[in-house]
């Protein structure tokens, strides 16, 4: 089976920074895209960013500059180091991964359990 476990959540201050963690583990064949994506209370999910098996990075406008998505696909890992975060920030984030499952064969999409972040003014 596959499964995203996070890591790296937890309480900063405004202008401080955070890096989260999302390690896929499991019946792996390969992962294509990962990505973060948070949301706040009243809010919907939305997507904060996405990377490419190959690197290549997207991010939401509200984040671009402050926020990086990268990979380790050695370790099946993705990661957003998240600077100068501000209290709109505050959401809870999950992983997701579109992953080729040994078994499976075809991509599916995995989501993490989510990981909260709290920014304070």
């Known amino acids: 089976q596959v499964q995203l476990v996070e890591s790296g959540g937890g309480l900063v201050q405004a202008g401080g920074s955070l890096t989260l963690s999302c390690a896929a583990s499991?019946?792996?064949?390969?992962?294509?895209?990962m990505g973060w994506y948070r949301q706040a209370p009243g809010k919907q999910r939305e997507l904060v960013a996405v990377?490419?098996?190959?690197?290549?990075?997207t991010y939401a406008d509200s984040v671009k500059g402050r926020f990086t998505i990268s990979r380790d696909n050695a370790k099946n890992t993705a990661y957003l180091q998240m600077n100068s975060l501000k209290p709109e920030d505050t959401a809870v984030y999950y992983c997701?991964?579109?992953?080729?499952?040994?078994?499976?064969?075809?991509?599916?999409?995995?989501w993490g359990q989510g990981t909260q972040v709290t920014v304070s003014s």
């Open positions: 997701n991964g579109d992953i080729r499952n040994t078994y499976i064969g075809a991509l599916r999409t995995y």
């Open positions: 499991g019946s792996i064949l390969s992962i294509n895209a």
């Open positions: 990377i490419n098996s190959g690197g290549s990075t």
